[in-house]
Nanobody, 116 residues
Framework: VQLQASGGGLVQPGGSLRLSCAAS????????MGWFRQAPGKERELVAG???????NYADSVKGRFTMSGDDATNTMYLQMNSLEPEDTAVYYC???????????WGQGTQVTVSS
C-alpha cells in the first residue's frame, strides 16, 4: 500500500485546511485508515480514524472541529480541519493498516502550521 498525503500549509488561528491522502496498491487489504500527527518534542498521536466496518474515532482535542471522509471512487481519504488552533501545529501523517498482517503503512507527512 502506498499513501500520498497533501494539503498542509500555513493558516491563521480559526482558519481551515483540508488534507488529502491518496491510497494505491493493495487497497482491498486495508481495514483501517486514519490520520496521526506529531508536534515538535511530542509523540505521534492519533487524530482521527475509521475502520472498514464503519467505526470512527476522533481525539478529544479535535472533536467537533475535524471531520474525516473518504471517496471510494478515487481511494482518497480527507481530513477537513476547521477552527484551527496553534496547538494543531504538527506534521500530519495518513495511515493505513493491513487486515492480513496488521502492518501499518504511512504517508510522507504534511506540515500544518497554525499561526498569526
Amino acid at each position: 500500500v502506498q499513501l500520498q498525503a497533501s494539503g498542509g500549509g500555513l493558516v491563521q488561528p480559526g482558519g481551515s485546511l483540508r488534507l488529502s491522502c491518496a491510497a494505491s496498491g493493495s487497497i482491498f487489504d486495508i481495514d483501517f485508515m486514519g490520520w496521526f500527527r506529531q508536534a515538535p518534542g511530542k509523540e505521534r498521536e492519533l487524530v482521527a480514524g475509521f475502520t472498514q466496518s464503519g467505526d470512527s474515532n476522533y481525539a478529544d482535542s479535535v472533536k467537533g472541529r475535524f471531520t474525516m471522509s473518504g471517496d471510494d471512487a478515487t481511494n482518497t481519504m480527507y481530513l477537513q480541519m476547521n477552527s484551527l488552533e496553534p496547538e494543531d501545529t504538527a506534521v500530519y501523517y495518513c495511515n493505513a493498516r493491513s487486515r492480513r498482517s496488521g502492518r501499518h503503512y504511512w504517508g510522507q507527512g504534511t506540515q500544518v502550521t497554525v499561526s498569526s
